[in-house]
């Protein structure tokens, strides 16, 4: 079975700075990978997903993220974040069992 | 787009009612629907899947009689919390994929259930 880890649980981050979120991924084949982002109180929205192809991935409001293979890991980045990405951040990978796993959930707090 | 709706966005109850939840996928056909539960500050934990005609399929420690799972038609799907209690009460979300896209799931809005 797939599984997912996101190491950090909180980060904070300057309004400006960049960020980086952590995603390490268990899956024997070829995973489909997804981020998705919640607000409080809401669904999800999802940012990127990564199928096949370029191991580089754009997204929605200016995220991005790397599939490296390598490292089983599909960190996800923004140059320069606002104070509306406040808001929690889930890791999920797919297999062939339609079934999405979900990692545990970043929150990112942005300070001014 | 795909748009997927949630219906109540919240909901009240007392101890030992019953309350449904709907989800429906509004521009797409959903062959497949799945329903979440999130805890406060936590992930979503994966209820059951359910196929349009079929019964649903429940996770492992998912009460099958207090959840009951109606997958109708390729637009609807319904979770319904038999005799609620307390520790029933959470956020519930439901997701659908396409016919044909399975590996990619599309969220509802989430309904929170508090029961009193």
């Known amino acids: 079975a797939q599984s997912v880890t996101q190491p950090d649980i909180h980060i904070t981050v300057s309004e400006g700075a960049s960020l980086e979120l952590r995603c390490n991924y268990s899956?024997?084949?070829?995973?489909?990978l997804f981020w998705y982002v919640q607000s409080p109180g809401q669904g999800l929205q999802l940012l990127l997903k990564?199928?096949?192809?370029?191991?580089l991935v754009q997204g929605i409001k200016g995220f991005e993220a790397e599939f490296k293979r390598s490292q089983s890991s599909f960190n996800l980045r923004k140059p320069s974040v606002h104070w509306s990405d406040a808001a929690e951040y889930f890791c999920?990978?797919?297999?062939?069992?339609?079934?999405?796993?979900f990692g545990a959930g970043t929150t990112v707090t942005v300070r001014a | 787009g795909a748009v997927v709706s949630q219906h109540p966005s919240w909901v009240i109850c007392k101890s030992g009612t019953s309350v449904k939840i709907e989800c429906r996928s509004l521009d797409f056909q959903a062959t497949t629907m799945f329903w979440y539960r999130q805890f406060p500050k936590q992930s979503l934990m994966l209820m059951a899947t359910?196929?349009?005609?079929?019964?649903?399929?429940?996770e492992q420690g998912v009460e099958k009689d207090k959840f009951l799972i109606n997958h109708a038609s390729l637009t609807l799907s319904t979770l319904t919390v038999t005799s609620a209690h307390p520790e029933d009460s959470s956020f519930y979300i439901c997701?659908?994929?396409?016919?044909?896209?399975?590996?990619?799931?599309?969220f509802g809005p989430g309904t929170r259930l508090t029961v009193l």
């Open positions: 990564y199928f096949s192809g370029d191991t």
């Open positions: 999920a990978v797919g297999a062939n069992d339609y079934k999405l796993s």
């Open positions: 899956y024997g084949a070829t995973p489909y």
């Open positions: 359910s196929n349009e005609g079929s019964k649903a399929t429940y």
């Open positions: 997701s659908a994929s396409k016919a044909g896209i399975f590996y990619e799931q599309f």
